[in-house]
C-alpha cells in the first residue's frame, strides 16, 4: 500500500509513549522499539527470563505478544496517541524454533482505514531473515482517529 | 467429533506432568487445569498483576497463552504426556473487554488425527457464559503418538 | 452470548432477500436458508457439479462460500436487510474429507457489535455432527445498522 | 526463508499438470499460472460471470480459490507432482474492494517443511501493488513428499 504521509510520531516520541502509558508491556524495557517508518515498525523482545522455554528459546505467547505489540506501534506512529485502539483478530502461524536469544519483530501495514487496520508481522532472529513466526492482525480503532 | 474412548490422563496426572515439565507456564500456579474430558479440558488463569492490563483486565497476550496451553492440554490428556506437541497455528478473536478477575477457558478438540490436531477455546469470566475471547489452534503431533 | 432479542428477519423473509440481491449465490438455489434463530443460522449447499472436487465431495471453496454465507445470514436475520455488511476476516480449518453429497453449516454469532459481527461456523455432512470444517469470521456493519 | 534450490517444474510443466489433474479449477481456463520461481509463484484470475458480484468486481470465495491454489501450485512446482497435498488452513483478511476486471495472485512459501508447508498470498489487481486481500495457509503434504 503506497503511504501518503511519513508518520505523525517519531522513534522517541513513541518509546515515550509506551513507557508512560503501557508500563506492563515494558517493565525493565523488553520490548523495544528500534524503528518507526510510512506504515511500519520494527520491534525487539529483549530475550529473559520469563520469555523463555526450556533451551532459551523465545515462548509461543511472548512471541504472540511481540507480533501484538509491534502492530500496534505502527498504527500508533502512523496516526498519532490512540490509547484505545484494540486488537480484534491476531492470526499467528509458528514456523520453525527460534535460536536462543533475542527475537525481532517487522511490521507492515496493509490497511489503514477509518475504523479497522490490518497489518502483517515477520518474527525472525537479529540478522537472519528465515522469519521463525508470522502472524496478521487486526486493530480496531475508535471512532474519528481513523484516516 | 464422537470420542473413541475417554482421555488416558487424570486431571492429578495432568497438573503433575505440567508442574515437573513446564514450570514456566505455572510459577506460582497461574494456569490451573480444572476438569479434562473426552477431547476436552478446562483451565483456569488466575488474575496476578502481571497478567492484568490498566483496570484489571486479563491481556491479550495472557489470553493468547491460557487458549495455547488449554488446547496442549486437551490433546495431553488424550493421547498421553506428549512434550514435544507444539503450536503451528493459532486464531483468536478478541471479543469483549473481560471482567476484572481471572478467565475460565473451555477446550473443544475438532479433529485428534495422526499428525495433527485442531480444537477450539472459548475464553469467559468464571460464571459467566459471554465469551470475552475464542480461539481455534492446530498443534503438530510427533511421529508415532497420534490416535 | 445470551441474545435480547430473537430475529428480526423470518426465514422466508431472508430467503426473499436473498433471490433478490444475491442471484449470484443463488443460481438454482445451491445454498439454500434452513433455518433462522437468535443469533444463528443453517444453511445447505446442494451438491452440484460446480462444487465438487473429483470423488464427489465439496471443494474447498464452495465450503468457504457456504460459511461465510451463512455468518451472513445470521446477522442478516439479526439486524435486518444490510446489503454492504462485508466480510473482512475469515479464518477455517478443513478437519476431514465429507461425504459425497450435501453440506449443512451451522453459525452462531460470538459477537453482534456496533461495528463488527464476529460468528464461528461447522460444516458437516447431514445426519453427521462431526465437523467436516470449522471456521471463525468477522463482518464490517454499516455505521447505524449495528446493534 | 532462503530456498536450497529453484523449482522442480517448469511453467509449462505445472499449467499441463493442472489442466490434466484439476479440470475443475481449470474449466476454460479460469485460474492461470503466470510465473513459478523458488518458493514463490503467481497466478491471475481470469474475471467471468461466475466470478463477479453485482458491479463486476471478483466475489470473496472466488480471491479464496485463487488464494488456495496459487499455495497449492507454489508448493507444486517445488517438490513435484503431489496431487494428495490438501489445505489445512487457510486465513484471509478482505482488505479493500477490487477493481472490477482480473486478480493476481502472488505467492511466498514461509516455510516448507517435511510435513507441512505454509505461504502467504497477496491479490492485487493486474498493474497496481496495493493488496486487495491478503491470505495465510497451510498445506499437509503426504509421507514421503516434504523436504
Do not use: W, Y
Given at each position: 500500500m503506497a503511504p501518503q504521509t511519513?508518520?505523525?510520531?517519531t522513534l522517541e516520541e513513541v518509546n515515550a509513549f509506551l513507557l508512560r502509558d503501557f508500563p506492563q508491556i515494558a517493565p525493565g524495557r523488553d520490548f523495544l522499539v528500534e524503528a518507526v517508518g510510512p506504515l511500519s515498525a520494527r520491534m525487539r523482545l529483549c530475550a529473559s527470563e520469563k520469555h523463555l522455554r526450556p533451551g532459551g528459546t523465545i515462548s509461543g505467547p511472548s512471541m504472540f505478544a511481540l507480533a501484538d505489540v509491534t502492530l500496534y506501534v505502527?498504527?500508533?506512529a502512523?496516526?498519532?496517541?490512540?490509547?484505545?485502539?484494540?486488537?480484534?483478530?491476531?492470526?499467528?502461524?509458528?514456523?520453525?524454533?527460534?535460536?536462543?536469544?533475542d527475537l525481532i519483530a517487522d511490521?507492515?501495514?496493509?490497511?489503514?482505514?477509518?475504523?479497522?487496520?490490518?497489518?502483517?508481522?515477520?518474527?525472525?532472529?537479529?540478522?537472519?531473515?528465515?522469519?521463525?513466526a508470522h502472524a496478521t492482525g487486526t486493530y480496531s480503532i475508535p471512532p474519528g482517529r481513523g484516516l
Open positions: 511519513g508518520p505523525l510520531m505502527a498504527i500508533l502512523q496516526i498519532g496517541p490512540v490509547a484505545l485502539a484494540v486488537t480484534t483478530n491476531l492470526n499467528i502461524n509458528f514456523l520453525r524454533r527460534p535460536a536462543p536469544g511490521c507492515r501495514l496493509l490497511k489503514l482505514g477509518k475504523r479497522l487496520a490490518v497489518g502483517e508481522v515477520f518474527l525472525h532472529s537479529p540478522g537472519d531473515e528465515d522469519p521463525v
